[in-house]
């Protein structure tokens, strides 16, 4: 069973930082993408940053300059590092990722059970 457990919520000031983790596990032959998404409460899901295997990175303008995403391909772990965080930061953050169990089957997207981040003012 592939299963991605996330891992760092929790309570922050505004300006402070916060450390988010992922690992997945399972029967999985490749990982070519491993994201972050968060939701606000009334808001929609929303892209936060993402990493390919090969090294690209893309950030949401919103977060970019403050949080950095980082992969170990070999462990199949993501880390979110959040700096200066704000209020608008927010939600609940959910891991995700696409993911083949074969060279040639089909990607598939899995998403973790998410984990909640508050930043107070």
């Known amino acids: 069973q592939v299963q991605l457990v996330e891992s760092g919520g929790g309570f922050v000031q505004a300006g402070g930082a916060l450390r988010l983790s992922c690992a997945a596990s399972g029967s999985i032959y490749t990982i070519p993408t491993m994201a972050w998404y968060r939701q606000a409460p009334g808001n929609q899901r929303e892209f936060v940053a993402r990493a390919n295997v090969t090294g690209e990175k893309y950030y949401a303008d919103s977060v970019a300059g403050r949080f950095t995403i980082s992969r170990d391909v070999a462990k199949r772990t993501v880390v979110l590092q959040m700096n200066n965080v704000r209020p608008e930061d927010t939600g609940v953050y959910y891991c995700?990722?696409?993911?083949?169990?074969?060279?040639?089957?089909?990607?598939?997207?899995?998403w973790g059970q998410g984990t909640q981040v508050t930043v107070s003012s």
């Open positions: 995700m990722m696409w993911y083949q169990t074969g060279a040639y089957t089909r990607a598939r997207d899995l």
